[in-house]
């Protein structure tokens, strides 16, 4: 089975300063994904950034990274230039690759920017 | 293009009764899968559908059924409501479930109150 886990419920961090959250994952697949979604207060769920496990270079997408340790099933999401449009709930999540469509999703981490 | 739409946004309901909640996808998706959202147990799979099917499902009682009509919308039902399945129900779309780690895009959620 898939577990997906976020070990910090809250974080908070100065605008325009750098955050990293972290997310470490279990899974016996070779084949699967990884997603940082963002749910800001009372808005939709949207992709932040995507990392297929197979490619050993990291996802970027302008502010956001991530730094992938296959071995160590790592996937941490780090900010950059943090923004006050960046307060929200942060979910990692996984998905097997495949046939399957269901994302494995972490209980998420609430990110304050504070201006 | 339009989004995921789901409809109604706000539903409140008592102990006992049944619930249909109802999901768009985004045109020319056919994959849809729905969650459920609650502060303590987070974001949990329900179920998914792909050009009619179910595909996979989650763990969820029986009480929580769904179906995906030839337009790909899809519905959910929870019949003999409890307390607990006072939640956000999330649908999202995908054009192809699992294949290549399609992005799932995520609608507005259905927030359901039982009394």
């Known amino acids: 089975a898939q577990t997906v886990t976020q070990s910090q419920p809250e974080m908070s961090v100065q605008e325009a300063e750098t955050v990293t959250l972290s997310c470490t994952y279990d899974t016996s697949e070779s084949n699967y994904y990884l997603f940082w979604y963002k749910q800001p207060p009372s808005r939709q769920m949207i992709l932040v950034i995507r990392?297929?496990?197979?490619?050993?270079q990291n996802a970027t997408e302008n502010r956001f990274s991530v730094n992938f340790q296959k071995a160590a099933k790592s996937f941490s999401l780090k900010i950059s230039d943090s923004q006050l449009g960046d307060t929200a709930m942060y979910f990692c999540?996984?998905?097997?690759?495949?046939?399957?469509?269901?994302?494995?999703f972490g209980k998420g981490t609430k990110l304050s920017v504070k201006p | 293009k339009a989004g995921v739409t789901q409809t109604p946004r706000y539903l409140i309901k008592t102990r006992g009764q049944q619930v249909t909640l109802s999901c768009s996808p985004i045109?020319?998706?056919?994959?849809v899968s729905w969650y459920q959202q609650t502060p303590g147990q987070g974001l949990q799979f329900l179920f998914e559908y792909f050009s009619e099917t179910q595909r996979n499902k989650g763990n969820f009682p029986g009480r929580f059924s769904g179906r995906q009509f030839s337009n790909s919308r899809s519905e959910m039902n929870v019949s003999t409501l409890e307390l607990g399945d006072s939640a956000l129900y999330l649908c999202a779309s995908s054009s192809i479930p699992g294949q290549g780690g399609n992005e799932q895009f995520f609608g507005p959620g259905t927030r359901l109150t039982v009394l």
């Open positions: 999540a996984s998905l097997i690759g495949g046939s399957q469509g269901n994302l494995i």
């Open positions: 990392q297929e496990a197979y490619k050993q």
């Open positions: 045109s020319g998706h056919r994959s």
